[in-house]
């Protein structure tokens, strides 16, 4: 029976993350830290045009196995995606390590120091995720006041008009929806709001 761990939602751990995890820690520290910053680039912006180039250079370091580079970035990801994911307690990520490092303490240190400083960020970007999976979501608003005098439907019309700039995610692009709100609608607006208060 293999091993067992919390990031695994208890089943036993794949192979090719035991793999990846036995490379990891054998990298010396620097290299240990390159491979976290590459992994919560990758986590916390997939799509970043720099992120191919901070593996490139991890890659064609000499002292990292060209050949377990992938393994080695592949485990760590899994490993902190799925401690975040399953929001699992310190506690319980140090365990897993423990076991999968078989009682050796090296490489817990820094992964667990990066699970703490990371982890608020990540769950954020799984949520944004998750939202983004099911439709478009709201991520800022800009905002001015006009007065409409006259148009070609009347004159001396003098009314305050607000002009929100909604900018939201599809998907992974951002948009943006301009709309005018009446003073009436901006009444409607602030009883909506007033509920989460």
Known sequence: MGTRLAVCRGQE???????????YLALKGEHQTQVWRI???GILVPDDPSNPALVEAFVQNDEVPTDRAASILQSCGFILTQACALDITKEALANDLRLLSNGEP????LTLAVFESERQRIRETLLRQTLTDHGN????LDWRVDQVSASNRGSN???PVVFLTLKYLNGDEQRRLSLQV????????RRFLAQFD
């Open 157 to 159: 019309l003098e009314a």
């Open 106 to 109: 090296d490489g817990a240190q």
């Open 13 to 23: 751990v794949p192979e090719v993350v035991q793999n990846g995890w036995a490379a």
């Open 137 to 140: 979501v709201l991520v800022s």
């Open 182 to 189: 009446t003073p009436e609608g901006l009444q409607d607006l």
């Open 39 to 41: 992994v919560v680039a």
